[in-house]
C-alpha cells in the first residue's frame, strides 16, 4: 500500500524526466563537447580514446583565429549578426508602435480590414513567400543607392544586411502589430482625450503621453525580436551569399556540412557562443517572454 | 460626452494622420506579402527558369500544375507531408503539450515551472545549433549519446539513428520545438480553471484520469482548437529544421521544402522557378483558406470594436 503511494507520487516526476531527457541530454552534450578533445556519448576522451581525458581549450581558438571554413573573422560574423538583430528590433517596435496606435486609437475607414488583414497575416505561412520574396530582393536591389549603396548594412536589395532585415521586419510585422494594438487597447481613454483636448497632436500624443504606457509591451516585443534577429537561419542563409555578409547560423551550418562527428567540438563551440547571449537573456527576461509567446495570440484564443 | 468629441474634432480637423501611421506597415505588407503573393501567382504560370532567364521565359499555363499532378514522386512529398504534420501534431504540439502542462500544474510550482523553462529552450535556441544537437544525440557509435546511453546497454546494434529512422527524427526535432508553443498557452488555460470546480471534483472522489477527462479537457476546448490549427499550418510550411538536418534526404523532402529545394538550391544549378513556385502557390491558397476559416472561428469581431475616443 505504502509503495503504491509512494509510486503515485513520484510517477509524474519520473515521467516528466524521461520526455524531457533528451533535452537534458542535448544540452548536457554541447557544454561537455565544447570542452572536450573528442566525446563518446557524453564521455571525454582523448586522442588514443582514454575515458575521461582530453579536456581542452582548443575548440575555442576559433576566437581568436579566422575560421577555416568562410575565412573570415568570427568577429566580423558577430557584428553582422548584432546588427541584424538590432535592425530588426528597432524596426518591428518602431512600426508597430506606429500601426498598433492608429489601429486602436483612430477611428477610419479600412481599419477593420486592416485588422482582419493583420491576423490573417498573422497566421499566414509567410516561408511560402520565400521564392517570391527573391525576385522583390533582386527587383530592389536595381534601385540606385537603397538597393545596394549603404554603408554598414550595404543596402536593402538581394545580398545585403538591409534586405534581410528588411524581410525580417516585414514577415514579425503582423505579430508586433497586433501585440502592440493589444497593449494600447489597455491604457486609459482618459489619459489621452485631455491630451487632445489640451491640443496635443496625435504625433505628440503617441510619442509622449502613449508610448510611455505600454513600456511592458515594447520590452517583451523588443527582446522577442532581438532574440529572433540573432538566431535566425533561413532568411540570411537564403538571401545573403557572400561569405563575408554571413552570420553565426549560416556559418555554422557551412560548417557542419563540411565535418564529421569527430570534430564537432570547434562546432559545438560556435553553438554554445551563439547560445550563450540568449541563454543569458532569457534567464532575466522570462517574464516578459512568456507574456508574447503567448500573449501574441492571446487576444484570439 | 457628445460635446467634448466635438471639441476634439474642432481642434484637430480631419487631417489623415493615421495615413501617416500606417504608412511603413502598409508599404511593408505591400512589398513582402501582397506582391510575393502575386509573384508566386504569376510565375507559377510560367517555365521561367536559370536556363530561360529572367527575358526568355513563356507562359505556360497550368501546365506546372498538371506536371505536379502527373510527376510520380508528387504522391511521395503528398503523404509525407501529411503523415509528418499529423504524427507531430497529435504526438508533440498537442499531445506531449498537454502532458507536459497537466504534470506540471500538478506538481510543487518551482518544479513545474523548472521543466517548462527547459522545454522552452529548443523554442529559444538557433536552429542550427539546436540540429546539431541532435545530429550528435543520434550519431553513430561511438559518438552518439543514444548509443553509448541507451541502445548499447541494451544490447542492441548502434547505428546512425538520423539516417536509419529519418522520419523519426523529423519528428522529434520539430516536436520538441513544436510542444512549447501549446504547453504554454494550455498551462495559463490549466491555471484559469476556477479552484472550486477542481476542489468539488476531488471531493467527489475524482481520480486523475477522470479529471483530466470531465474537468480540465472540456476547459481548454478553445485553446485546444487553436493550438491545433495555428500549429498544423505551420507545420505544414515550415521546413528549415528537416533542411538543416537531412536536407530532405532519406525520404524527408516534405512539400515545402521540395519547392524551395526547386527554386532556390538544387543539385544541379538549374533553378526552376515557375515550378517552384507553382508548389509553393498550393501552400499560399491552402494558407489564405485555413487562414480565413481561422478567423471565422475565433469570434474575430469582438476584437475589432471602434476605438473608443471617437465613439464617447
Known sequence: MKINKLFTKSFPYILLIILTLPIILGYLWIVITTFSTRIYGLIPVDQSGNYFRGLTLSNWTFLTDKTKTLNVSIWLLTFNTLIIAVGLTVGVVLISMMAGYALSRIKFPGRKPFLSLTLILHSFPSVTLLIAIYFVLRWIARIPILGRGIPIIGGFGYNTLGGVILVSIALQLPLGIWLMKGFFDNVSWDLERAALIDGCSRWRTWWQIMVPQIMPGIAALSIFSFMEGWKSFLIPYSFMTSHARATLSTLLNEMMSESSPTDYGTLAAVGLFQLLPIIIFYLFTQKYLLNIFSGGVKGTA | ?312
Request: charged residues 10%; aromatic residues 16%; proline residues 4%.
Open chain 2, 1 to 312: 460626452m457628445g460635446k467634448e468629441t466635438e471639441e476634439i474634432r474642432k481642434i484637430k480637423p480631419g487631417r489623415p494622420d493615421w495615413f501617416w501611421f500606417l504608412f511603413p506597415s502598409l508599404l511593408l505588407i505591400v512589398l513582402f506579402f501582397f506582391l510575393p503573393i502575386v509573384i508566386t501567382l504569376i510565375i507559377s504560370g510560367t517555365n521561367m527558369s536559370s536556363t530561360t532567364g529572367f527575358h526568355a521565359w513563356k507562359w505556360v499555363g497550368l501546365n506546372n500544375f498538371r506536371k505536379i499532378a502527373i510527376l510520380p514522386e508528387t504522391a511521395d512529398h503528398f503523404w509525407l507531408t501529411v503523415k509528418y504534420v499529423a504524427v507531430t501534431l497529435a504526438f508533440f504540439n498537442i499531445g506531449m503539450a498537454l502532458v507536459v502542462s497537466i504534470i506540471t500544474t500538478h506538481i510543487s510550482r518551482g518544479t513545474g515551472f523548472f521543466f517548462r523553462a527547459l522545454w522552452l529552450l529548443p523554442r529559444i535556441t538557433p536552429t542550427v545549433t539546436y540540429v546539431m544537437m541532435w545530429k550528435f544525440l543520434g550519431a553513430n557509435a561511438p559518438y552518439g549519446v543514444f548509443n553509448q546511453l541507451i541502445i548499447q546497454p541494451l544490447g542492441l546494434a548502434p547505428q546512425n539513428w538520423v539516417a536509419a529512422s529519418s522520419f523519426l527524427f523529423i519528428v522529434l526535432v520539430n516536436g520538441y520545438i513544436g510542444a512549447s508553443f501549446g504547453m504554454i498557452i494550455f498551462t495559463s488555460a490549466i491555471e484559469a480553471i476556477p479552484k472550486d470546480i477542481t476542489i468539488a471534483s476531488l471531493v467527489d472522489g475524482a481520480s486523475m484520469l477522470q479529471r483530466i477527462r470531465y474537468v480540465i479537457l472540456p476547459y481548454i476546448k478553445w485553446p485546444l482548437l487553436f493550438v491545433t490549427t495555428y500549429q498544423t499550418l505551420s507545420l505544414m510550411t515550415s521546413f528549415e529544421q528537416i533542411m538543416v538536418l537531412t536536407d530532405g534526404q532519406f525520404n524527408t523532402e516534405v512539400w515545402s521544402l521540395w519547392a524551395y529545394h526547386k527554386a532556390l538550391q538544387n543539385y544541379w544549378g538549374n533553378f526552376q522557378w515557375g515550378f517552384g513556385n507553382a508548389l509553393a502557390a498550393v501552400l499560399v491558397v491552402v494558407g489564405i483558406i485555413l487562414g480565413i476559416i481561422y478567423l471565422r472561428y475565433f469570434k474575430f469581431n469582438e476584437l475589432v470594436q471602434d476605438p473608443k475616443i471617437e465613439s464617447l
